[in-house]
């Protein structure tokens, strides 16, 4: 046997149980990673108490849960090339990721790449939905040297790659966040700026010059103070307003991401250019508080629970 997190109903971190399941095997096209670890992400928890999000990706009940992972390969598949039984290996796989044993696809809607040498398994399974975002979230707005960036929930999990990736483009980065997470940014070189009312004001004054793009990784507050801060539509993204952002800025999201742009990342954090923090850790037996921790969207980094 082996150990899966699934739920029957839709509902909050309480629906979420921890079961023995039939131990899962290889098939042709499939390779079966042994678990060591599960980043989490707020879909995760939108898609197990949101039954029309979830549906949206294809997850109907009873289903497991968890997207990113890290752990090493124990199977190949009957025509899997590029990977061999031992290979430590991160990606993404939406909503069964939290298991000992998991099945993926990597030539399907599964994401596979080795761990790079130097990354642990807590770490690697943090990476992939806030690294392929926050490339996405940048890459829609073409950030590049000399620009002024606004980034709205910078301390957040897509926010910590979002600031880091645009420092490293040559960037300056200003960050929303609260009060209490300042001292957090400013370690990765960003001008923090309390989130709430009166954000462009704010913003106007750590800018006067003005900001030139902008991402916003939480809701539509940060797009909107960079449109009346003048900051041009096509400049301003988003990941987390729906189809319809506000004022034609540019919906975007991880599936929007770069070919090779993982790889290229978990290389970075490899090489110690990225950082990736992990705000807390937590067996798989205590997967309801973890849920819990993540869902209440305070956290600086992300949180992993190992398995």
Do not use: C
């Not at 761990?115 to 398994?121: A, F, K």
């Not at 620009?147 to 490293?168: H, R, S, W, Y």
């Not at 989130?195 to 990784?217: C, H, Q």
Request: net charge negative.
């Amino acid at each position: 046997m082996s150990r899966a997190v699934v739920y029957e109903t839709f509902g909050g971190p309480e629906v979420l149980d921890l079961r023995e399941v039939p131990e899962p095997h290889a098939g042709p096209g499939q390779v079966r990673v042994r678990v060591a670890a599960v980043g989490l992400n707020p879909m995760d928890w939108i898609f197990s108490s949101m039954p029309q999000m979830a549906q949206q990706f294809g997850i109907t009940l009873p289903a497991g849960f968890g997207t990113d992972f890290a752990g090493t390969v124990d199977e190949v598949g009957e025509g899997v090339s590029g990977f061999a039984v031992g290979d430590r290996v991160l990606g993404a796989a939406t909503g069964r990721a939290a298991a000992d044993h998991l099945l993926v696809d990597p030539a399907g809607p599964d994401t596979l790449l080795r761990t790079p040498d130097g990354i642990g398994d807590e770490v690697a399974g943090a990476i992939t939905i806030a690294a392929a975002t926050a490339s996405a979230a940048l890459a829609a707005i073409g950030v590049e040297a000399g620009d002024e960036v606004l980034i709205g929930g910078a301390a957040g999990g897509v926010g910590v790659f979002a600031v880091q990736l645009a420092k490293l483009a040559g960037a300056r980065v200003i960050g929303t966040a609260s009060e209490g997470t300042f001292d957090f940014l400013r370690q990765f070189g960003v001008e923090p700026v309390a989130y709430g009312p009166g954000l462009a004001d704010r913003v106007r004054a750590l800018a006067p010059n003005g900001v030139t793009a902008a991402t916003d990784l939480f809701g539509t507050e940060t797009a909107e103070a960079a449109l009346e801060l003048g900051v041009r539509p096509e400049r301003i993204s988003t990941i987390a307003a729906g189809p319809s952002p506000p004022g034609a800025v540019r919906a975007t999201g991880g599936a929007d991401a770069r070919p090779q742009e993982l790889e290229r990342i978990a290389g970075l954090v490899a090489a110690g250019s990225i950082t990736v923090p992990i705000a807390a850790t937590f067996p798989v037996e205590e997967i309801r508080e973890a849920v819990r921790l993540q869902a209440g969207r305070h956290v600086h980094g992300k949180i992993v629970v190992v398995l």
